[in-house]
């Protein structure tokens, strides 16, 4: 058994750890770390501790795939709700559906006893509120949130200039290979965006017979290159792991228009082997690893790609 996460998955990740080395059922036991990690404020990029939309409002997207039977579950733009990947996970298990979005996401999640809350810490509504106070006019601040906000779409980013998910990713010789994630996205998106971690083949992908592949950062470029099937479908067509993320790194390579920016590929292989690449993002990234020949989890540094 090996487990994958990125740096930020600390909060949940010795649960996932524990629950694989009892035997849980691996998404089970994914779901559960990630359970963590959304209700931890100190995680920036999810749950409680995320950032909002360009209203101040929290959507978050999140999704699971079990590689043995490539059933999806997923989620996105969903508001009031804390356990994102949790409620993919129920789509997945209830729904002869595959996503669902926005209002359609919060009713199921009535339906089915996710409470509903409002995740906006006071800390991220007021960065979010300075914010909006230093791009827009006295007379447009007056008018918000009935005011045009694609100009603002440019202008206000992401406060600590990252587009982190929290990504796990196993991959066992009996249990096959799984991937879940969850994010509030892209801070400050425009209402309704959609990041890459609900969408099947670009933020997350699984499949036992090959490996698995889940990225973080710019959901804009890996929606656009099918990233993570890409890694998987280079490992069905005969390619080595390290071989299949390089093909990955390639296509994002050869983006030259649009919103360009960093991403990260965490990717496995059915046989155990695991890589992790650094495509364009800043500073060093680190990524949790775990398999049971380890006695503790190992904080790793990915390659730069
Ligand atoms: N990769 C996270 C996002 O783009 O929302």
């Known amino acids: 058994m090996l487990l994958v996460a990125n740096a930020e998955a600390w909060p949940g990740?010795?649960?996932?750890?524990?629950?694989?080395?009892?035997?849980?059922?691996?998404?089970?036991?994914l779901v559960a770390g990630i359970d963590r990690v959304e209700a931890e404020p100190a995680v920036r990029s999810v749950g409680y501790g995320g950032w909002p939309n360009m209203l101040g409002v929290m959507e978050c997207d999140g999704a699971v795939m079990d590689g043995t039977t490539?059933?999806?579950?997923?989620?996105?733009?969903?508001?009031?709700?804390?356990?994102?990947?949790?409620l993919a996970h129920e789509v997945m298990k209830r729904l002869p559906n595959v996503t669902l979005t926005g209002e359609g996401a919060r009713r199921f999640a009535d339906e089915i006893g996710f409470p509903a809350e409002n995740i906006l810490l006071e800390d991220s509504r007021k960065v979010w509120f300075e914010r909006?106070?230093?791009?827009?006019?006295?007379?447009?601040?007056?008018?918000?949130?009935?005011?045009?906000?694609?100009?603002?779409?440019?202008?206000?980013?992401?406060?600590?200039?990252?587009?982190?998910?929290?990504?796990?990713?196993?991959?066992?010789s009996v249990r096959g290979v799984h991937a879940a994630t969850s994010t509030s996205g892209w801070a400050w998106k425009y209402p309704g965006r959609l990041g890459d971690s609900p969408i099947p083949g670009a933020g997350f992908y699984a499949d036992s017979r090959y490996g698995g592949a889940v990225c973080t950062h710019t959901g804009?470029?890996?929606?656009?290159?099918?990233?993570?099937?890409?890694?998987?479908?280079?490992?069905?067509?005969?390619l080595s792991l390290r071989e299949a993320v390089d093909l990955a790194v390639e296509e994002l390579a050869e983006l030259k228009e649009g919103f360009l920016g960093g991403v990260v590929i965490h990717a496995v292989d059915a046989g155990g082997n695991h890589d992790v690449a650094n495509f364009r993002c800043s500073g060093e990234i680190k990524y949790w690893l775990w398999d049971d020949t380890m006695p503790e989890p190992e904080l790793r540094q990915a390659r730069v790609a």
């Open 220 to 238: 804009e470029m890996t929606m656009r290159c099918a990233t993570a099937r890409t890694v998987v479908l280079g490992m069905k067509l005969g």
């Open 132 to 172: 909006l106070q230093g791009e827009l006019t006295p007379e447009d601040l007056r008018k918000f949130p009935d005011i045009p906000l694609a100009p603002l779409s440019r202008a206000i980013t992401d406060p600590e200039r990252v587009r982190d998910t929290t990504v796990f990713l196993s991959a066992d």
């Open 70 to 86: 490539r059933q999806v579950g997923s989620v996105g733009a969903v508001r009031d709700t804390l356990h994102v990947a949790a």
């Open 13 to 29: 990740f010795l649960l996932s750890v524990e629950m694989l080395r009892a035997g849980a059922d691996s998404l089970g036991a």
